[in-house]
């Protein structure tokens, strides 16, 4: 809302009363914009800060989304399998007796590790 500009009256016609009869109005005016000014920053504000909350609980709600469908390893399955017997080892690294199913490097068909 675009306020409409007013020529400024001659000041030396009027009288001191309406002079002063205009400046307190001019200045509620004024004070009431202020006001709706003030107001309406405090909701963005708000309305801020209630977006940067639900995005964080989306954030939270997306993760454990994720980690529930695709199951996240901790430490407590990191040591049951220790104590099973099962080490880690490097991605390249072949377990001792371990077939070699794919043809690939390390060895020729499913049998040949087996009978090595």
Do not use: C, W
Request: hydrophobic residues 40%; aromatic residues 2%; without cysteine.
């Amino acid at each position: 809302m675009v306020a409409s500009r007013a020529t400024l009256p001659d000041l030396d016609a009027l009288d001191p009363h309406e002079l002063k009869a205009k400046i307190v109005a001019q200045h509620k005016q004024l004070t009431t914009q202020e006001q709706r000014i003030i107001t309406q920053s405090e909701q963005l504000a708000s309305r801020d800060a209630e977006i940067e909350h639900l995005k964080l609980l989306i954030a939270k709600a997306s993760a454990y989304a994720v980690r529930t469908f695709i199951g996240k390893v901790g430490s407590s399955d990191r040591a049951t399998g220790t104590a099973a017997g099962r080490t880690g080892r490097k991605p390249n690294e072949r377990i001792a007796g371990a077939r070699n199913i794919g043809g690939g490097k390390g060895g020729g068909t499913a049998g040949a590790a087996a009978t090595a």
